[in-house]
């Protein structure tokens, strides 16, 4: 959680920059922009702060595509507050009983000492009936004081198990979060997040970050044809093409539906292509064989975009020329590859390249 200045004239001094540095970008002063500019000029976000001086040193504009990237990035976490939310309490309530039987030990240790107090008084009695109680005495306490040691060490043990629990809990449901259930790769959201990780380390780094955009070629009518299982089953068949050919600084994503998505960091737009044109070729090759009735259903195709992040863009014009380029390959007949550079950003015209499919290499990009 940020913890703001609770100054006054600080907080004031604060907000009436962020409005000026605003104003100076031509950004509309709404709450999300406003807390990105505060929270940019308070320095409680050192992230955040990178990013828009990388952003302003590259002579980015703040439009609004461009602040929700940043207000989406750093801001937007309510599913894991809800999360975190949970866990805390079930701690919560685990170490309020760890607590009680603490202070229920600290009352029955106190009964001990009173014992023992009473015990040193009789150690010099010559009264032997009299010493003889006070040892009975002590050995009661002495009991009871192990049984509450026993009783909160087996609580302790047991609230240890349960934190442990929670912990792999929270772990689970982040894992769960972010995976897309029938495919077991990374879903929606585990793609945004990535995505724009990859992007700040791109800009830092200077490397190249690509991106690919895959479409199953008529996948409707192949559902309809087939059924929902046989579609499923080609979902995941994909989902596992992908896998066999990305490496593990890679992020392949199920985007939506029947497409997918490949975060390529370190990938130029010659290498994406090429690794593009792999997938394309893996997949056209394999032929579906139903699982429920054991009979060929023929084989699908795909089509991608591939695209490549411009250094402090909005992601949101990154994926969409990646998503023109996939248009483009699709209109061009499909179970094609096309790529950022034979489309314009304007009108989206197609540039006079011949995108029609190479045969794939072997060997990816270093």
């Given amino acids: 959680m940020i913890e703001y200045d609770t100054d006054p004239d600080r907080v004031q001094q604060l907000s009436n920059a962020a409005l ?61 507050r809800e ?35 009473h015990f040193c008084e009789y150690i010099g009695d010559k009264d032997f009936t009299n010493l003889e109680q006070a040892l009975k005495t002590l050995l009661g306490a002495t009991r009871e004081i192990e049984g509450v040691n026993r009783i909160l060490e087996t609580r302790l043990d047991n609230t240890s198990t349960e934190i442990s629990k929670l912990r792999r809990d929270l772990e689970d ?17 585990a793609f945004d997040l990535q995505l724009r990780d990859c992007a700040m380390q791109s800009m830092e780094t200077g490397k190249p970050l690509s991106l ?3 479409d199953i070629d008529y996948f ?86 591939v695209s490549t992040f411009e250094f402090g863009e909005p992601l949101a014009r990154f994926i969409e020329r990646a998503d023109q380029a996939l248009y483009l390959a699709k209109a061009k007949g499909r179970n094609r590859v096309a790529t950022e550079r034979q489309i314009t950003d304007g009108n989206k015209v197609i540039r006079t390249l011949d995108i029609t499919a190479p045969e794939p290499k072997k060997q990816r990009c270093a």
């Fill in 83 to 117: 999360i975190v939310s949970r866990i805390t309490d079930d701690l919560r309530n685990q170490l309020t009983s760890v607590l009680e039987t603490v202070r229920n030990a600290g009352i029955d240790t106190r009964a001990y000492g009173e014992a023992l107090d």
């Fill in 173 to 189: 449901m982040k894992r769960e979060a972010m995976t897309d259930c029938l495919t077991g790769i990374a879903n929606r959201k």
């Fill in 220 to 305: 409707k009518t192949f559902n309809d044809t087939h059924g929902h299982q046989a579609g499923d089953q080609v979902i995941r068949l994909m989902a596992q093409t992908l896998q066999q050919n990305v490496k593990g600084r890679d992020t392949a994503a199920r985007y939506g539906g029947e497409e997918f998505a490949v975060i390529l960091p370190m990938t130029g737009l010659g290498c994406a292509r090429q690794l593009a044109e792999h997938i394309r070729h893996n997949v056209e090759t394999r032929t579906i064989i139903s699982r429920t009735r054991h009979q060929e259903l023929g084989k699908v195709t795909v089509s991608i975009g």
């Fill in 20 to 80: 000026a540095m605003m104003a100076e970008l031509g950004v509309a002063a709404h709450p999300n922009n406003y807390t990105i500019f505060f929270n940019y000029l308070s320095g409680e976000e050192p992230d955040l702060k990178q990013t828009i001086n990388i952003l302003r040193s590259n002579h980015r504009e703040f439009d609004e595509l461009q602040c929700r990237d940043l207000f989406t990035r750093f801001f937007d976490t309510v599913r894991e």
């Fill in 212 to 214: 690919l955009l895959i």
